[in-house]
């Protein structure tokens, strides 16, 4: 008979709905590439829009802009609402019970050496710490008195070594003399090892000896002499910062109580000798810096040694948060401090942006110029293109009675292999191949029949190829009213859509400012605006039929990108000649190429920017007498434009 308290499991398996995919990667290197690609074509280096997307931030996970934000919010909330003197107060509170309880016993008694001890309380210096001091001999007649006269002096001794050595606060809460004695003994023996290590010995067995006897005052385990002075080092030079904040009386003030620390001078001189040799052992530390404290919350040494050395840190942080130092680099982020100080949530966010960093290095998405700047590499261009590509399909896709503008023209034989369908394929199908796809796309869990990645076509060869010259307006109103993105974006699309759907078609891309010059596709992607006057189209015209020409074979196709009248043109001797209005003789020269290249049957659409009258005039008058057509398309729709009337004129 089976046993019933054996029950049979069962599972049900669906989507997770915790929260986001913990399967899924951190962060989008498509998101990534579109942003810089962003701030490069907007004239930022591939350098400075790496370093804007690290500041901002990506797909939600803070940037080092909102990190470094958070680090200084924290250093002011330290800063806002504390005080140094929380000792101070203590000591003095202590010392005013003990006088106020001491008068009244002594007012209790009718005697001669009662009114002499009464004097002698009135006599007592007004410092603090002098008071203490002289009080040391004082033979209390109170109870209630002496023993907070013994607190002052046990709160002193604690309070030191809390600044140096954590928990001891708490460890020495009713200290007994064998307990100091054995303090005073270990700092002397540290003061011995330090000794011997700064002159050079090998102080090996001797720190082995000294952690077996004393390791219990250093529960972060240094493992030898440096980890030991590297860490009394930064706890001693928060110490001195916290002394250097203080004013003057009260740091005279509270180095005159350190001599009472449990009534024993000797503590406070083993103090001394600690912070002499630490700072000759590591002299980098910040010995002399100083903090502004101007809040209502009293802390005591240890507390606001602590408070300094947070602020030291949260420095610390800040600079490598800044990444603002030579060879700088997000690995340098000390992870653990940043949790520690901002949270769990901020240290994931920064190890997020480091992986990013090297994600995008190891890709190859960035290459190193002959003069050491860093490029966007073809790579990077590809992706940047394929992003801005598909965001003009989604653009045709959208427009109602536009579906021809996707055609690419007659296929060829097929040449027996597929390839994944990408925008303006009008070839037949590989309908196994697709099936194929959407079956193992399926086994992965997605319930989709079909999806447009499965899908594969059939490859063909191009029985017509086209030379294309894509000429773009680069005078200074293209960056002055906004267009200089939106031309870079137009460039890319089209080359994209060219170098991977079109591969026998030759693309020459033209800029046209003052001069005109023939570039490639990272260096116009890079193009930084500049102020010139000019937009010279015979110039651009020129190295167009240039490229016309030495394809021949190509159906020839113009596309021109411009916010304005021609108002230069190039002389014989190679010189711009600019004027404006336009002269004339620009006019002419503009003309003259535009019918040369007619007649080698170009096609030719010029894409006008804004809403000049006196240029859509001319420009309607050039299109007439040239054949060509005049589009005046929104900065948005520039590139889906220009790609759907590549598309048209080639087929």
Do not use: C
Not at 27 to 46: H, L, N
Not at 167 to 177: F, R
Not at 577 to 596: M, N, V, W
Request: hydrophobic letters at 35%.
């Amino acid at each position: 008979m089976a046993d019933p308290r054996r029950r049979r499991l069962r599972y049900a398996y669906g989507p997770y709905a915790g929260g986001p995919d913990p399967l899924a990667p951190p962060f989008d290197i498509r998101s990534a590439m579109d942003q810089i690609g962003r701030d490069v074509m907007e004239g930022s280096s591939p350098r400075q829009a790496l370093q804007e997307l690290l500041r901002r931030g990506l797909d939600g996970r803070r940037g080092l802009d909102d990190l470094t934000r958070q680090v200084w919010e924290r250093r002011r909330s330290l800063q806002r609402d504390n005080r140094l003197d929380g000792t101070l107060q203590e000591v003095r509170e202590l010392l005013q019970r003990a006088l106020d309880a001491e008068r009244e016993a002594l007012g209790n008694e009718d005697s001669d050496d009662a009114r002499f001890r009464e004097m002698q309380l009135d006599a007592l210096p007004n410092d603090t710490g002098g008071a203490v001091r002289e009080l040391n001999e004082y033979d209390w007649r109170s109870a209630e008195a002496r023993q907070a006269y013994e607190d002052i002096r046990d709160l002193l001794g604690r309070e030191m070594l809390d600044q140096r050595f954590q928990g001891m606060k708490q460890a020495m809460e009713n200290a007994t003399p064998e307990d100091v004695e054995r303090i005073h003994e270990m700092m002397s023996d540290l003061n011995d090892l330090l000794e011997h290590h700064a002159q050079g010995q090998d102080t090996t067995d001797e720190f082995r000896e000294f952690m077996q006897k004393h390791g219990d005052f250093f529960p972060e385990n240094p493992q030898n002499t440096d980890e030991l002075a590297d860490l009394l080092a930064q706890r001693a030079a928060a110490a001195q910062r916290m002394l250097n904040s203080m004013s003057a009386e009260q740091r005279a003030e509270l180095m005159e109580l350190a001599q009472q620390a449990f009534g024993d001078p000797r503590l406070a001189q083993q103090m001394a000798r600690l912070d002499a040799q630490l700072q000759a052992l590591r002299p980098g530390e910040d010995w002399q810096g100083s903090g502004r404290f101007r809040g209502e919350n009293p802390m005591g040494m240890g507390e606001a040694t602590r408070a300094l050395e947070e602020l030291g840190q949260l420095d610390s942080l800040a600079e490598q948060l800044s990444q603002s130092y030579p060879g700088a680099r997000l690995d340098d982020i000390d992870l653990d401090a940043l949790t520690e100080m901002l949270g769990e949530q901020a240290g994931v966010d920064a190890r997020t942006l480091a992986q990013l960093e090297r994600e995008l290095q190891r890709q190859g998405l960035f290459e190193r110029a002959a003069d050491g700047s860093l490029l966007l590499s073809p790579k990077a261009l590809r992706r940047l293109g394929q992003s801005i590509l598909r965001d003009v399909a989604e653009q045709l896709s959208g427009r109602t009675g536009q579906r021809d503008t996707r055609r690419a023209g007659a296929a060829g034989d097929a040449t027996g292999q597929t390839r994944p369908w990408a925008f303006g394929d009008t070839e037949a199908w590989s309908v196994p191949r697709t099936l194929l796809n959407a079956q193992l796309r399926r086994a992965g869990g997605d319930p989709r029949a079909l999806d447009v990645s499965d899908v594969e076509i059939v490859e063909t060869e191009q029985r017509t190829r086209a030379a294309v010259a894509l000429l773009v307006d680069t005078s200074w109103s293209m960056v002055a009213e906004g267009r200089w993105v939106p031309m870079k974006r137009t460039a890319l699309a089209l080359h994209q859509l060219i170098s991977t759907r079109f591969r026998g078609d030759a693309l020459q891309l033209v800029t046209f400012g003052r001069h005109a010059q023939s570039v490639e596709l990272g260096e116009l992607v890079g193009l930084e605006g500049a102020y010139a006057q000019g937009t010279n189209l015979h110039h651009a015209l020129l190295l167009a039929g240039q490229h016309l020409r030495k394809n021949s074979d190509a159906t020839p196709v113009v596309l021109v990108v411009t916010d304005g009248e021609p108002t230069a043109h190039l002389e014989p001797d190679g010189e711009a000649y600019f004027d404006y209005p336009p002269s004339p003789h620009t006019l002419r020269a503009t003309i003259g190429e535009l019918d040369r290249l007619a007649g080698l049957k170009a096609t030719f659409t010029f894409f006008v920017l804004g809403d000049d009258p006196r240029l859509a005039v001319f420009m309607d008058d050039v299109a007439k007498r040239v054949g060509g057509r005049v589009v005046n398309p929104t900065l948005d729709g520039l590139g889906a434009e220009v790609v759907a009337d590549y598309l048209k004129r080639r087929s």
